[in-house]
């Protein structure tokens, strides 16, 4: 099982338990952080601007296709990540209240001592439902807003964060582009982070 297939079962069970009546399943920071620490040698090296280029490339070279049938050309996969369901107010960067306990516990995990050394991408995603070019505006605007929550209201470091939209361009889900799962906030690993002094 690869961890991106681990990711969409942990999120595919988690909307499970939580019921179409409920807003937020919580993961403990444990369970985040346990996502977070099986950094490969072999995994690529990524960053927010790399990955912003990569998909918005992807939308000029497959117009109407999104992240459905043409996935983006990086194997994000084989990088340690967990999928976060954060809830949005509609068409807006706003967290709701409820799902501040959410970001909460990517907090803690980022703070915990396994991961201390480490950097990591706050990467939005968003479902098919929309314009696509607002997608990607609206999914980074969101994943800004996490960073933003982290390093004001949790007091992670900000050089250990980037934010980067990637809209509908990698869905979780690609049989069912408008499943709300394909709505979520990445948190991934990648690689050490080597502060300047």
Partial sequence: ????????????SLLALAGPASAQTMLTSDQIAQSLQNVTSDAPVISA???????LQHMKQFPGESGVTQPLPVKLDSLAQINIQIQFQLNS?????????????????????????????VVGNTDTTGNRADNMKLSQARADAIVEALTTTFNV????????????????DTANPKDPINRRVQLINVGKFLPTP
């Fill in 157 to 172: 470091d900000p050089r250990r964060l980037e934010a980067v939209g990637l809209g509908e361009e990698s869905l979780l």
């Fill in 49 to 55: 601007a790399v990955l912003q280029a990569m998909a």
């Fill in 1 to 12: 099982m690869t961890l991106r297939t681990a990711g969409m079962a942990l999120a595919v």
């Fill in 93 to 121: 960067a706003i967290i709701k209240p409820e799902s501040y306990a959410a970001v909460g516990s990517m907090a803690d995990a980022i703070h915990n001592p396994i991961l201390g050394g480490y950097k990591f991408l």
